[in-house]
């Protein structure tokens, strides 16, 4: 089932609508008609609404009907028809991995407690609502789409250090293309190619040893916005789009990059034109001028006040906020060219994920002003270094880093190809030279930057400062830290017989032992794209094998014993994580589950209350669950949400909020009746130390990134990204402040201490691999009586001191540094499943792309040619026109 967003229609301004015949009430909709005047307001309420597709309720469960995808026979979709379908687990083994993941976590009588709450949920609830469950996934995509989606949607607080991640690109390996205009026309060239490949169907899909895995997300990367409403958030795309936004000094302008066909209508050369041009110009307002009217940390406040705000943004007369806002959503991308040089990764990393906070006579001139935090942004330091910050709410962590290393490399091929027209290319065909093309087939666009002018009445630059001034509090609150971890990577991981993604996950848990000597929930995202509309599932990376592992490195114990120990938490890790892959864990079921007797409780109530119009889809055949009551689902899943990824949202319903809510105990509406009793298994505190995630990790990234990461996903938590490499691993470490640098220097100790050990253990393992021949020399049987032949030779082969390798083994044992690399290695694992450990950061829900429709009566279906190239028409003349310099 594809899901549905809405299409965008660019608003007409407010002076156009004035001028537009009006209809008599009762007349047929025709627009050549003329009517008598009206009042203002009468001509507002009859402005022309957008036309949308059906739409899903970003805070509700919309079941519409399954659609077929609609695709033109391209590579980039070919096996999406044939992927299978997300199974849904057995639910006893959903259970007993449940507890397994839980027992190192909880103490004897708390497990007992939780092994209760389970075997009562199998006797009672669980089976029927998995049945129910499996009644519902029959016609959708995915069993758990719907549900993650709307958990994510119904996120409130905001975005920026909660849910958006970010990734740092490597240098430009060509130091003189490490200018931020040059860069950054670089980067938009490429990624415009890539967004012509993928609606061209021409990217070739993704696979993992020969499996493909699902493309849909890339459908959803571009054109595509974050649109806050009353009733939580959704997903609108102008799947059309052909414009981009630049960003600088907190000021917007846009310009077209495609035609129809989406073919490139300008070199990088005329791109840099533009951005040079842009740069001017931005520099005419003086920064702290600017900062005053940045509307993008508008972007940055709480979701529902951002909602608000757009209101106040589109309802004064006479303002072209309306269209102004139009044109950055429906923007391609966002490009934003920041004026800061990051002096070390640390900075970078945050200036990606969050801007700088820099205050001037009061006044916020720091980066942070300089972003869309609902779209998809390239962000171009002054000095070349580039990143991406997206929104994730449709894509995974995996989907954006193939975004990213494509454009990295094409960036690079392509200059190689200004020097050998021969050198190869990433794409199956390319745009034709703009600059061989004759202009009238570009179309109705317009290549020349405008400046948007925002109309900044009084209570937005009112709501501007406030949302800085909370948007400060936020990046201060938090820290990061960078280690670019050189002495080994994946090279020296693999030849000790570890799997890599295994041995830095066991890497933290031993590092956070050795810091605070205890364990705590741990999460690490498996990729399940192998399924159709795929995202993740939960590792739990904590072990009682992982457990004893940590115990016995911080113990007294012999180096054997603690790489034996390694080496079984690791094999537990890699087991854990192959099961994930199949989507055979145990938290997107439960999470499910739980989602779908909520939906039942706001039903009913809904009906015992007379407002539902509709059936309870859980008590009737899973048809169509309708709407719920406003703010019942909302603040179910607002409760205990926690983020499980990269900044990734899992929502977890605090049990204790619910029985609050009902003043009772283990149900909301138990005050009601006893039909509603959450099920003990939500109730119990297992559930809730299962989703209190303190380490919450994941391994996503190539060569072509220098790091990767997100915010903390809890006040006593720690985000980290990392990174693995041949010879080298790169982790980024965030919190709220709790000893972060003292965290990443506990880690490095660690990795380095535990190559020593893997030394002398490998060498202690060599020395005890000895020949026959060897064993003749250690034998203390009585040498048999020679004859006076022998004797001569026997008396010069007991000349000198008997080596035997004992006394370097005890140098070992005594050295306290690190040491050479040993050419004695380890035979290389042949198990290299950690491909999809951590691979997907994002879980927090599918791209649905049906989403609430804000007007009702609305059919479906695309505007006619001739309206959209009215729009089109009239698009031109938005903004102020900026004259191109010479670049």
């Known amino acids: 089932m594809p899901t549905q967003v809405r299409i965008f229609t660019s608003p007409r301004a407010l002076g156009e609508t004035l001028t537009l015949p009006l209809q008599a009430p009762g007349a047929p909709q025709t627009p050549d008609e003329t009517q008598a005047p009206r009042t203002v307001l009468e001509k507002r309420q009859s402005v022309p609404k957008p036309t949308i597709t059906r739409s899903l309720k970003a805070s509700h469960y919309s079941m519409s009907a399954p659609e077929e995808e609609t695709h033109k026979g391209g590579v980039t979709f070919a096996h999406q028809d044939k992927l299978p379908k997300l199974p849904i687990p057995d639910l006893d083994k959903t259970c007993e991995r449940y507890l397994t993941a839980l027992k190192p976590l909880q103490g004897p009588r708390e497990h007992a407690e939780t092994k209760n709450a389970v075997e009562e949920f199998l006797r009672n609830e669980g089976p029927e609502l998995n049945d129910k469950l499996k009644s519902y996934a029959a016609g959708k995509s995915s069993y758990i789409e719907q549900f993650w989606y709307d958990s994510y949607l119904n996120f409130d607080n905001p975005v920026v250090l909660n849910l958006n991640p970010f990734f740092l690109l490597e240098d430009d390996p060509t130091p003189a293309r490490n200018n931020q205009v040059t860069r950054a026309a670089s980067l938009i060239v490429s990624a415009l190619e890539f967004v012509r490949a993928v609606r061209k169907e021409e990217l070739p899909p993704d696979t993992v040893k020969g499996t493909p895995l699902c493309m849909h997300q890339y459908s959803r990367l571009f054109g595509t916005a974050r649109v806050p409403t009353d009733n939580g958030c959704q997903i609108e795309q102008d799947p059309e789009s052909k414009h981009l936004i630049v960003m600088c000094h907190g000021q917007f302008y846009w310009f077209d990059v495609l035609d129809d066909n989406s073919d490139l209508i300008m070199t990088e050369k005329d791109i840099a034109i533009n951005l040079q041009t842009i740069i001017d110009d931005a520099v005419q307002t003086p920064i702290q001028e600017a900062a005053k009217g940045a509307l993008g940390v508008l972007s940055t406040e709480n979701r529902k006040v951002w909602s608000g705000l757009r209101e106040v943004l589109t309802r004064e007369p006479g303002s072209n906020n309306a269209d102004c ?349 006893n039909t509603h009793q959450l099920p003990l298994i939500f109730a119990d505190s297992g559930w809730d130390k299962l989703n209190t995630t303190i380490l919450s990790t994941s391994n996503c990234g190539n060569p072509s990134l220098r790091h990767f990461g997100f915010g903390p996903v809890s006040g006593d938590g720690f985000g980290i990204g990392y990174i693995i490499k041949d010879d080298q691993i790169s982790i980024c470490v965030s919190s709220r402040h709790r000893q972060t640098r003292r965290f990443v220097d506990t880690l490095e100790s660690y990795l380095l201490e535990i190559r020593r050990i893997l030394r002398i253990a490998g060498r202690a393992a060599t020395t005890t691999r000895q020949t026959r021949a060897r064993e003749l020399d250690n034998d203390n049987v009585k040498p048999p009586k020679l004859t006076t032949s022998h004797s001569q030779a026997a008396k010069f082969k007991n000349r000198g001191r008997l080596i035997t390798g004992n006394e370097m083994l005890q140098r070992q044992k005594s050295f306290n540094g690190s040491m050479s690399p040993t050419e004695d290695s380890l035979v290389m694992s042949e198990d290299d499943s950690d491909e999809l450990g951590g691979y997907g950061f994002f879980d927090a829900g599918m791209l649905l792309q049906a989403l609430k429709a804000r007007n009702e009566g609305l059919d479906g279906g695309d505007s006619k040619p001739s309206e959209r190239a009215t729009a089109q028409a009239r698009r031109r003349d938005i903004g102020k026109r900026l004259r191109l310099v010479d670049y």
């Open 325 to 673: 806002l139009s044109i950055v959503d429906t923007s391609l991308f966002v490009v934003c060219l920041d004026y800061a040089e990051p002096a070390d990764a640390a900075a970078l990393c945050q200036n990606m994920l969050c801007g700088t906070s820099e205050i001037e006579k009061g006044v916020q001139i720091g980066t942070c002003t300089n972003r869309w935090y609902d779209k998809l942004q390239i962000i171009v330091c002054k000095n070349g270094s580039a990143g991406i910050n997206f929104e994730h709410t449709g894509v995974d962590g995996h989907t954006v880093l193939r975004f990213a290393s494509d454009i990295y490399t094409d960036t690079i091929l392509r200059f190689a190809r200004s020097i050998n027209g021969k050198a190869p290319t990433l794409w199956a065909s390319s745009s034709p030279d703009p600059s061989k093309r004759d202009p009238e087939s570009f179309g109705d666009v317009s290549t020349t930057p405008h400046k948007l002018e925002w109309d900044l009445i009084p209570e937005l630059k009112i709501a501007v400062r406030f949302a800085e001034t909370r948007l400060a509090d936020l990046i201060e609150q938090n820290e990061f830290q960078c280690l670019d971890f050189g002495a080994y990577g994946k090279n020296f991981i693999t030849s000790m017989g570890f799997s890599p993604d295994a041995f830095v996950q066991m890497a933290f848990q031993a590092a956070y032992y050795g810091l605070y000597g205890r364990i705590e929930c741990t999460y690490e995202p498996a990729m399940t794209k192998t399924f159709l509309h795929g995202r993740t599932e939960a590792i739990r990376t904590v072990s009682e094998e992982a457990v004893n592992f940590v115990q016995t490195f911080w113990g007294d114990h012999p180096a054997e014993d603690k790489i034996e120990a390694l080496r079984s938490a690791c094999q537990r890790h890699v087991n854990n994580t192959r099961e994930c892959a199949k989507a055979q864990g145990c938290d997107r079921h439960l999470y499910a589950l739980f989602c779908l007797w909520q939906r039942m409780v706001d039903d009913d109530m809904s009906s015992n209350a007379g407002t539902s119009n509709y059936s309870s889809p859980v008590m009737d055949g899973m048809s169509d669950l309708g709407s719920s009551p406003p703010n019942g689902n909302s603040e179910y899943l607002l409760d205990g949400a926690e983020q499980n990824q990269n900044g990734s949202k899992h929502t977890a319903v605090s049990p204790t909020a619910v029985r609050e809510r009902g003043n009772s105990t283990g149900s909301r509406a138990s005050g009601r009746d």
